[in-house]
């Protein structure tokens, strides 16, 4: 009697911890629920936007832009359709969803979060800072390292009719087309419990569906297509070497796992700042433009975990390209959405 007792308990206390879990999750969808669907609400139609005569000329060309990169995504690339970016938002300058990553002190391994039927991420987004700030504040009182980062841009995987935010409108051309396609590869195919998988194949495909794209509709003498494919090898550069470093990071981690945590801390901290020192050798154009990017805060784990989230799988999908599309992009594509059941 007393052995099913104690049993009874257990299953007791373990169904309640699921019913806990479970509505916990249920009320921070709601709120996503409730934050994606007012943003969608206050979204107007791009009809009553173009017939605005308020409206700017030269960001009612750059609406054009975005359907004719959408149409070259749809019939080129053999990106899924949808009434996507058929409306603008106005964020009026303003952040209006923010990420929270978090990761142990002295490895690099992502925290995740796990949501009934989408499967495990390793961010957190929220419409209100405020929750995204307190979050990030508990998982630092529990002992590990987290950030807070502003998303530009997002896909609800087609489950609605995602907006144009008009932050979007202010980039370059062909980052403008890089981000659209980006988005959409996501709307055609996500993996679940696929984060890595999923962010670097839209990276890949956002990058060489924009190329393409610059090549058609400009060419590739003009100087949005050079301007882009001269930014994205300088990018590859940085990424490459960032990537490399994570590796001498993850030694590091490996080697200091039976110091006392004050000396981690100050190896840790040397090595960071080893990091940002080094980047005025790396052969860009731009030298001194990515040492700029830590100017106001250092990079911490949750930075090079964020390449490997979306650059660590790059050359495999190249080499996928031209074994399974012949180096055709849509061919490749094709090839994906037979091989992968998405969500």
């Known amino acids: 009697m007393r052995y099913f007792k104690k049993t009874l308990l257990l299953l007791l206390v373990g169904l309640l911890s699921f019913v806990v879990i479970y509505f916990e ?34 960001l009612k060309n750059r609406l054009h832009y975005i359907d004719t990169v959408k149409q070259f995504a749809i019939e080129e690339l053999g990106l899924k359709e949808s009434e996507s970016y058929t409306t603008l938002y106005d964020q009026k300058g303003e952040d209006i969803l923010w990420n929270v990553t978090a990761s142990n002190k002295y490895q690099l391994k992502p925290y995740e979060w796990s949501f009934p039927f989408a499967g495990s991420f390793s961010y957190k987004g929220f419409f209100e ?19 807070i980062r502003p998303v530009r841009a997002w896909s609800t995987l087609g489950f609605f009719d995602d907006p144009i935010l008009s932050n979007m409108l202010q980039r370059s051309p062909g980052a403008l087309a890089e981000l659209i396609i980006h988005e959409m590869m996501h709307a055609t195919l996500y993996v679940k419990d696929g984060v890595a998988f999923n962010e670097n194949l839209a990276t890949f495909v956002g990058e060489q569906g924009a190329l393409r794209f610059l090549a058609s509709h400009y060419s590739e003498t003009s100087k949005e297509f050079i301007s882009y494919k001269n930014s994205l090898a300088d990018y590859k550069i940085y990424a ?36 940002v020192m080094s980047l005025d050798s790396l052969p860009v154009s731009e030298e001194s433009y990515y040492k700029r990017i830590f100017r106001k805060k250092m990079p911490d784990n949750n930075y090079f975990i964020g390449y490997r989230r979306y650059r660590e799988k790059q050359s495999g999908f190249a080499t996928q390209l031209q074994e399974h599309g012949n180096g055709d992009i849509k061919q490749y594509i094709d090839w994906l959405k037979e091989t992968y059941e998405s969500l």
């Open 25 to 58: 999750e249920c009320s921070y969808g709601i709120g996503q629920l409730n934050g994606q669907l007012r943003i969608l609400r206050e979204a107007k139609p791009l009809e009553e936007v173009l017939q605005n005569p308020q409206f700017p000329d030269s």
């Open 129 to 147: 800072k405020e929750k995204a700030i307190a979050l990030r504040n508990s998982l630092e009182a529990e002992g590990y390292e987290s950030r």
């Open 240 to 275: 490459k070497y960032v990537l490399a470093q994570a590796e001498e990071l993850d030694l590091l981690y490996q080697s200091i796992s039976n110091k006392k945590v004050s000396e981690k801390d100050v190896l840790k901290a040397d090595f960071m700042k080893g990091f």
